[in-house]
């Protein structure tokens, strides 16, 4: 029998991030088993080229408004917090949220109207300044789902910390966009790390990563940075490579078109980040052979074991991503056979067919499949 399935997308700072690809495949797989599948995204995502990816095949899209238009703001104002969720009939319904403070007008609206929907939360912190009275609605919207999904057990671990026990908790793993076997090692006479992410610095962290590039110790060795990605601190960090000096170390470009050709010239993954949930870099770049350098936040080390296939720095500051760096440096010789170990690892760990995994397991846990 086939349904009509609506995924709800919760992203707005930009019009895609890696939180999407999950839904993304998934909605792939179910239009492909000839489910009618509606996305409900941001507005201002509707040009990026997945969108229209696809439209291509079958996935319609339904855009709901920008945030901070004045009608949203004013509701929010008078303590109205409108959902955003489309008038249609739906059998079910996905939540790809970004993170605790995202989707809970739509959890709402949903269990007010007893439609069963299943969430995923891709980023969990302690950090941020709600109230309990927030994470008690949250825990609630969330324990009603038919499931809970989060991309690590350091994410659902949080959540439950922060809104409760949530019995309907499981962790998944996003699927991995690279397939193929490891590129060629491009030898050992420097030391080319490479960091994909957002330039968001109060999550991704790359302010912590320059000031220690900076630092005399790291000056005088043939080490360089290339920081692929977008967003709102830009500005920032390109202003912070020019007051350290770091020009010639640092290089920073857009997400590249061209993945392999830039993972062909550098030799790891480096991940300063603040606050994760599990990024698709990591099994992306231990599939291509890479050894991955991270942070000890959220899910980085549910995949990435100390001294085997890669570094975790003990924490999101200065002095300990310092302390792990010199340990990549004296541990260089050795970088090519840890991106092996990754590769092997990642192909037990994450299945070339998650996509269909992750589609079959909805549709398990949202009750249209026995």
């Given at each position: 029998m086939k349904h009509t399935i609506l995924i709800f997308s919760s992203l707005e700072k930009e019009p895609w991030a890696g939180s999407e690809e999950m839904w993304f495949a998934m909605a792939l797989r179910l239009v492909g088993a000839g489910h009618r599948v509606v996305a409900s995204v941001w507005e201002k995502a509707l040009p990026h080229p997945r969108i229209q990816q696809l439209q291509t095949r079958g996935v319609e899209v339904l855009p709901y408004p920008d945030g901070m238009r004045t009608g949203f703001r004013l509701k929010r104002k008078l303590g109205i917090t409108p959902h955003r969720l489309p008038i249609i009939h739906a059998d079910a319904v996905f939540l790809s949220l970004c993170g605790l403070g995202t989707g809970l007008a739509e959890c709402e609206h949903l269990r007010r109207g007893r439609i069963p929907y299943v969430t995923v939360t891709h980023a969990v912190t302690i950090n941020f300044p709600f109230a309990d009275e927030f994470y008690l609605r949250q825990?609630?919207?969330?324990?009603?789902?038919?499931?809970?999904?989060?991309?690590?057990?350091?994410?659902?671990?949080?959540?439950?910390?922060?809104?409760?026990?949530?019995?309907n908790g499981r962790v998944v793993r996003n699927p991995c966009r690279i397939t193929r076997d490891p590129l060629p090692w491009p030898g050992n006479d420097d030391l080319r790390l490479l960091c994909p992410a957002r330039f968001d610095l109060a999550c991704k962290g790359q302010d912590l990563l320059l000031a220690v590039l900076a630092?005399?110790?790291?000056?005088?060795?043939?080490?360089?940075?290339?920081?692929?990605?977008?967003?709102?601190?830009?500005?920032?960090?390109?202003?912070?490579?020019?007051?350290?000096?770091?020009?010639?170390?640092?290089?920073l470009r857009p997400?590249?078109?061209?993945?392999?050709?830039?993972?062909?010239?550098?030799?790891?993954?480096?991940?300063?980040?603040?606050?994760?949930?599990?990024?698709?870099?990591?099994?992306?770049?231990?599939?291509?052979?890479?050894?991955?350098?991270?942070?000890?936040?959220?899910?980085?080390r549910e995949l990435v074991q100390h001294g085997l296939h890669?570094?975790?720095a003990e924490s999101a500051c200065e002095s300990a991503i310092d302390?792990?760096?010199?340990?990549?440096?004296?541990?260089?010789?050795?970088l090519c056979v840890m991106g092996l170990e990754a590769a092997a690892h990642i192909r037990m760990a994450i299945p070339v067919d998650q996509d269909r995994i992750l589609a079959e397991t909805f549709l398990v846990d949202i009750g249209l499949k026995v």
């Open positions: 825990g609630e919207a969330l324990a009603t789902a038919r499931r809970s999904w989060f991309v690590s057990a350091a994410n659902l671990r949080d959540a439950q910390t922060m809104c409760g026990p949530l019995p630092r005399p110790h790291w000056r005088n060795r043939p080490v360089s940075l290339t920081c692929c990605g977008s967003g709102q601190n830009m500005q920032a960090i390109r202003a912070m490579v020019d007051r350290l000096g770091l020009a010639g170390v640092v290089t997400f590249a078109d061209d993945l392999l050709q830039v993972w062909a010239q550098h030799h790891a993954l480096i991940l300063p980040s603040r606050v994760e949930g599990l990024p698709l870099v990591i099994p992306e770049a231990m599939r291509l052979g890479r050894p991955v350098i991270a942070t000890d936040v959220a899910g980085n890669g570094f975790i302390r792990c760096l010199e340990e990549v440096w004296a541990s260089r010789s050795r």
